[in-house]
């Protein structure tokens, strides 16, 4: 069974950029988590999609930040223009049931915002 | 609201040495609580969990974790550390019907031969 994929790795951009990152789920998880971590603090709650439909935004840091998740199947969050304070690794999530059950976790993605 | 703390962002044992990974929660409805581990160049991993029942928890790799709602406390532990144990630990909260999980900063254990 694939796991959880995150593209790119890595992504290195200039401020003022654009960047999109993709998260694969496991295939038949309706539930699907984007998480940052800055600077080795704690992992902070980004937003939660129930298939299609985004369930739980109130972690979006603002507006610049953008998630989508096409036909309930991977996602993609597009940070437009990325700024300084961005930078962190963004890690996707999926479960099948609810979040007390088990979070499936990408590797993430390390971007850099210069 | 729900949140995690950490005691100690870097832990160093000897190999063989009782491992000990402090997590204190704070949480306004009865908690489910996550112990998960991030392997270089992983994503993280379910380590643990206690939802409702046996307060004791035992997980994979011989790790463990009592919950004590006195102490609103989740410790993890592993009686003989192992050089393959040197990870990145996450302690983590949720509740019933909640969907975000909420993590701690992490606590990286390093293992010395």
């Known amino acids: 069974e694939a796991g959880v994929t995150q593209f790119p790795s890595h992504s290195v951009i200039e401020k003022g950029q654009t960047v999109t990152l993709r998260c694969d789920p496991i295939s038949g998880h309706d539930n699907l988590y984007w998480y940052r971590r800055v600077m080795g603090k704690e992992i902070k709650f980004l937003l939660h999609?129930?298939?299609?439909?985004?369930?739980?935004e109130s972690g979006m840091p603002n507006n610049r930040f953008l998630a989508e998740r096409t036909g309930g199947t991977y996602s993609t969050l597009k940070v437009q223009p990325a700024e300084l304070e961005d930078s962190g690794v963004y890690f996707c999530?999926?479960?099948?049931?609810?979040?007390?059950?088990?979070?499936?976790f990408g590797s993430g993605t390390q971007l850099s915002v210069l | 609201a729900q949140s995690v703390t950490q005691l100690g962002s870097h832990v160093s044992v000897s190999e063989g040495a009782l491992v000990l990974l402090r997590c204190n929660y704070s949480s306004s409805v009865p908690p489910y609580l996550f112990w998960y581990v991030q392997y270089p160049n992983q994503g993280l991993q379910l380590l643990l969990k206690y939802t409702t029942g046996a307060t004791l928890v035992k997980g994979i790799n011989g790790f463990e974790a009592e919950f004590k709602k006195s102490e609103t406390s989740f410790h993890l532990t592993k009686p003989s550390a192992h050089m393959s144990d040197a990870a990145e630990y996450f302690c983590?909260?949720?509740?019933?019907?909640?969907?975000?999980?909420?993590f701690g900063a992490g606590t990286r254990l390093f293992v010395k031969a």
């Open positions: 999609f129930v298939k299609e439909s985004k369930q739980d």
């Open positions: 983590a909260v949720t509740h019933t019907g909640g969907f975000k999980t909420i």
């Open positions: 999530a999926s479960s099948q049931n609810r979040a007390y059950e088990k979070l499936f």
